[in-house]
């Protein structure tokens, strides 16, 4: 006769309180950046934040630029299945390429876009995050281009390099936008330009659905 091994009923597998713990813990990274700046973002501040022992987190993750990378992954994983879900109430086409910038102003003006954000900068004096932070960034990016990409052709822009240029340059007044909205007391400034660049985006696309239709 042979006997299955498993869990107790009711209690948890190691899978699942390392997925818990991990998840506590990125999740604690975020709050603390978003409050605190990466400088005064330390280690042990992120445990005593997650309830969990220092020696857990490092068992996790040993260094902080391991886990600030970390978190970055998780933070996009979940930004892109915002962005699926939300995009299905959207016709697809011109619409749903059009509605990504309002859908990614929503993703980063969360606390955890404000996090990444403080990662980034922090890159240029921080040398061991700066040395590791461009690869995951290139990867990240090159994935969400090829969507846009996607996204586009939908649409019916085939000019794959101004889709690109356009979402690189939104990207980064989207992430410069984020910190004018922690720091300003006026948010109105900052909703202001938004709606100028959703106008532009409307106005470019445009633009090249009629460069397409002439070439065709």
């Not at 994983?77 to 309002?102: D, H, N, S, V």
Request: hydrophobic content about 45%; overall charge positive; glycine content about 6%.
């Amino acid at each position: 006769m042979s006997l299955e091994v498993g869990t107790r009923p009711g209690r948890r597998s190691n899978v699942e309180r390392t997925a818990t713990t991990r998840r506590k813990v990125l999740e604690s990274t975020i709050a603390c950046l978003y409050e605190h700046g990466y400088n005064a973002t330390t280690t042990a501040m992120i445990a005593q934040h997650a309830g969990v022992s220092r020696g857990a987190l490092m068992h996790h993750f040993p260094t902080k630029v391991d886990l600030v990378l970390a978190l970055i992954e998780h933070v996009v994983a979940r930004q892109r299945a915002f962005y699926i879900e939300a995009l299905r109430a959207y016709p697809k086409g011109r619409e749903r390429f059009l509605a990504m910038t309002e859908l990614t102003w929503r993703a980063w003006r969360e606390p955890s876009g404000v996090a990444i954000t403080e990662i980034m900068v922090a890159a240029r004096s921080d040398r061991l995050l700066g040395d590791r932070l461009p690869g995951l960034f290139e990867m990240i990016e090159t994935s969400q281009l090829a969507e846009m990409r996607t996204l586009a052709r939908f649409a019916g822009i085939t000019d794959d390099q101004a889709v690109e240029t356009f979402s690189q340059l939104s990207a980064a007044a989207i992430r410069g936008l984020t910190i004018e909205r922690v720091f300003r007391r006026d948010s109105g400034a900052v909703d202001r330009a938004m709606a100028l660049l959703r106008d532009l985006k409307v106005l470019y696309a445009d633009q090249l659905l009629t460069r397409t239709g002439e070439r065709g």
